[in-house]
């Protein structure tokens, strides 16, 4: 005989039985970037705590700020990695959805390099061949025109004669963001053309969106997944430059190839002086509701940036995070649980 | 009169003088069509079969060198003063030295062993410890921990190669390669041949990766698949303990009781529909109903087994009602003759005969289920989330765990080469179950199935 019924009533129980179960492991998610420094923590915390190994899942800093913001419960995550800061929009949603005291924990600094396939040849860059190369409208003889670069040599008789050809992070990275501002700003600025689009009649911010608008023409692809993915593209079209974190690159060296910027060869020690310029700061985000509620929180925060692991000779520096270098002001954030203000606009 | 003209009527042509020995151009057209057909067969077929051959091969050329692994057995001296200089050998007390007190113990013993064996480097003793792994410290302060009574003495451990020595014992990683690698430098490759010869370093088989827990970015050579697949292995019971009977059940109703209506019809046509659903979008359904709305547990089995259940649904309806369609009427009828219930009918003797056809469904549903690693993303099954043994049954359904396929995407996410070969690795041993349980529906149908 079928006894349909038991299943189904065992389902209901569960259904009515679990709300009671207290979660007793740190949940995580967020920035793809942020991942592997927040594994190394979780289970160097896993080791030497009496918690259990936090669970730490990626997708990405917006898609991980806006779980994180979703709400305050057991159900939802208590912290949010991101490479980027969080931005005003966020906060706002945060706000409205009750998770009111967010504590913004910054655990260093990472570049972003670009780097090429390691037989070919070298390349030398600076901002400005990137804004040429990538945007949808250059400067050219003081005018305006769609981009007309298909080699790199055309923009730089110095570069390499070989075509141009981009694999950049989407846009649901936070990767993303620095690329724009510290690299398609600066070399928009540089070229020149931030004052073209102005003088031909665009005002402030519409000139400030050209700068960061790219070519759609196939040149510039936008790479929605992980590093790997990058890679295998790179490896698939050996023209191709990728844009990749320091510590992927590091752990591929044999099959890459760093190119410089603005003549400065990427290095977690170029990075710590500021030398290299396309690097931006790492930071989690914790719900203080959670802290109290969720064993293990607090510790596995304070385990994170301490000087054992976020500090110069720690395991994360090895890995190739830029240790802070006011650590000791973060961890002091951390202890007092000082909640973040409202970011500006 | 008939149409037909009668039979003097028609001219007599002489038949032509053909043999059947010999064929006609038609003939000889058809043969050729038949041949040609059967060359497109064969060569469909060798198609097949090539590009099987070429996954299977690449499979098992990528992924059967994460079952073996290279280690590196060294005395460790457990010194008193560092690890408990009070002697009290209370757990508690020695639990209060971190992993990174550890370091220092291995550093030392190393260097020994390599004083020892006459090994000539340039390499200071800091600097001989990458050839470890950095779960070394781990694997003692949980030896000790676990006795106590072994601070003081000088135990041998077997520890773990770092992945990219780890990687040169197999042929992976290459001088050339370690060239520009901030991990391991060329000079350290040398130490290891010569450790190697001096019998410190040894390349076994890797039961850990079969039984073990997901490891960090920074060691994939601790990195198994055991816990993942603790974590599959608990799914697959709820998805068991679920979708047979509700899919029986339903299929029984559907088959046997229900009236041919407008209602039924469009139940029957939305199973059909479902079967079709990108299995996404039952992740999306689970997020919403069973974790925002029912407050499930996130990243625990019980959600990732009911999700599958939505998804295995289908399929085990339709198997089960085709096997039910595929019983002769003549056995329900003889049944109803001899005075049986309907209920007797077809539980006393239609679904004994459909059982084999039920069973096959069932396990080529699991087996699909079990390969699924869409609909986990979305539940938080996917991530480093495989770290820690579940504590019992219980905790085996609630408490966060990430299953086979979710595993394999994992690591074939991160960076260090080395967890590409785990995640090749990983997939061998999916394969396996898979070929296991299509096996075992094989020998179900072949073995039970009746036909009529």
Redesign the interface.
């Given at each position: 005989m079928f006894h349909v019924k038991h299943p189904a009533t065992a389902l209901a129980l569960v259904l009515a039985a679990t709300p009671a179960l207290a979660r007793d492991n740190v949940q995580v998610a967020g920035s793809s970037t942020v991942l592997p420094y927040a594994t190394i923590v979780a289970e160097a915390f896993g080791e030497n705590f009496d918690f259990p190994t936090p669970v730490v899942e990626g997708g990405g800093s917006g898609a991980g700020l806006a779980r994180f913001c979703e709400g305050v419960g057991e159900n939802q995550i208590d912290i949010a990695n991101a490479s980027r800061a969080m931005r005003a929009g966020e906060f706002e949603t945060c706000q409205a959805n009750g998770v009111t005291d967010i504590i913004e924990v910054r655990i260093g600094y990472d570049g972003i390099v670009f780097a090429s396939q390691k037989d070919g040849p070298a390349f030398a860059f600076t901002p400005e061949h990137w804004f040429n190369a990538l945007a949808a409208q250059v400067v050219q003889d003081g005018q305006v025109v769609a981009n007309p670069y298909t080699n790199w040599s055309q923009i730089d008789p110095a570069l390499p004669d070989q075509e141009i050809l981009a694999f950049i992070p989407g846009t649901k990275h936070g990767t993303r963001e620095v690329f724009e501002e510290r690299v398609m700003a600066a070399g928009c600025e540089a070229t020149g053309a931030l004052e073209a689009f102005v003088a031909s009649g665009m005002d402030e911010d519409a000139a400030e969106d050209a700068c960061l608008a790219l070519r759609t023409d196939g040149v510039s692809n936008d790479i929605d997944g992980d590093y790997n993915e990058t890679l295998a593209r790179l490896e698939a079209n050996p023209t191709g430059i990728g844009v990749f974190g320091l510590a992927f690159y590091e752990n591929n060296t044999d099959r890459l190839q760093v190119a410089t910027m603005s003549d400065v060869t990427p290095s977690t020690e170029s990075i710590a002086t500021g030398e290299y310029p396309v690097s931006r700061p790492l930071f989690f985000y914790v719900k203080k509701a959670h802290i109290g509620v969720i064993p293990g929180l607090k510790e596995y925060v304070e385990f994170f940036v301490s000087d054992d692991l976020a500090g110069p000779d720690g395991p994360l520096a090895e890995y190739g995070l830029v240790s802070d270098p006011e650590l000791a002001s973060v961890q002091q954030t951390v202890a007092d649980e000082t909640a973040m203000a409202a970011p500006a606009e | 009169m008939t149409d037909l003209p009668a039979a003097g009527a028609i001219p007599v042509t002489p038949s032509p003088s053909r043999s059947i020995l010999e064929t006609d151009a038609r003939t000889r057209a058809r043969n050729r069509a038949e041949a040609r057909f059967r060359a497109y067969g064969l060569g469909a077929l060798l198609v097949g079969l090539i590009f099987l051959v070429l996954l299977l091969g690449s499979i098992l050329w990528n992924g059967m060198g994460a079952f073996t692994q290279t280690q590196v057995t060294l005395p460790i001296e457990l010194l008193e003063s560092e690890l408990d200089p009070e002697g009290t050998r209370d757990p508690a007390v020695i639990g209060e030295v971190?992993?990174?007190g550890y370091n220092d113990l291995i550093e030392a013993s190393l260097a020994r062993v390599v004083a020892d064996a006459g090994v000539q480097t340039e390499l200071d003793a800091g600097d001989l410890t990458d050839i470890l792994s950095?779960g070394a410290a781990?694997q003692l302060?949980?030896a000790v921990l676990a006795d106590p009574s072994l601070v003081g003495q000088t135990v041998t451990f077997d520890l773990l190669a770092a992945s990219r020595v780890d990687g040169y014992v197999k042929g992976r990683?290459t001088r050339?390669?370690?060239?520009?690698?901030?991990?391991l430098s060329p000079v350290h490759l040398d130490v290891v041949d010569q450790l190697r010869d001096a019998g410190f370093v040894s390349r076994g088989l890797n039961l850990d990766f079969i039984t073990g827990a997901d490891?960090?970015?920074?060691?994939p050579e601790e990195a198994g698949i055991g816990v993942a697949m603790i974590g599959s292995f608990y799914m697959m019971l709820v998805v068991l303990?679920?979708s047979l009977?509700?899919g029986?059940?339903a299929s029984?109703y559907l088959e046997e009781f229900a009236p041919k209506n407008r209602l039924t019809d469009l139940i029957e046509v939305n199973i059909a529909n479902l079967a079709a659903v990108p299995s996404i979008v039952y992740g999306i359904l689970g997020l919403a109903v069973f974790?925002?709305f029912?407050?499930?547990?996130?990243?625990a089995p019980?959600v990732g087994g009911?999700v599958l259940t939505l998804l295995t649904l289908p399929t085990i309806i339709i198997a089960t009602r085709a096997s039910l369609k595929a019983v002769p009427p003549s056995i329900r009828d003889a049944a109803l003759g001899v005075g049986a219930s309907k209920m007797q009918a077809v539980?006393h003797h239609v679904l004994p005969l459909a059982v084999p056809g039920i069973m096959t469904g069932t396990i080529i549903g699991m087996a699909h289920a079990l390969g699924e690693t869409a609909p986990l993303l979305l539940i938080?099954m996917?991530?480093?989330?495989a770290?820690?043994y579940p504590g019992g049954v219980v905790e085996g359904f609630?408490?966060?765990n990430s299953a086979m396929p979710a595993q394999i995407y994992e690591w074939?996410?991160?960076?260090?080469?080395a967890f590409y070969e785990r995640a090749w690795g990983g997939i061998i041993v999916l394969l396996v179950f898979l070929l296991l349980m299509n096996l075992a529906a094989v020998l179900v149908r072949r073995r039970f199935e009746r036909r009529w």
């Open positions: - | 971190s992993t990174f950095s781990a302060r949980e990683v050339e390669s370690l060239a520009d690698d901030r991990n490891a960090s970015e920074k060691r303990g679920l009977p509700l029986v059940a029984i974790i925002q029912a407050h499930l547990p996130q990243s019980l009911l539980f938080g996917v991530g480093f989330v770290s820690n609630t408490s966060p074939a996410k991160r960076a260090d080469p």
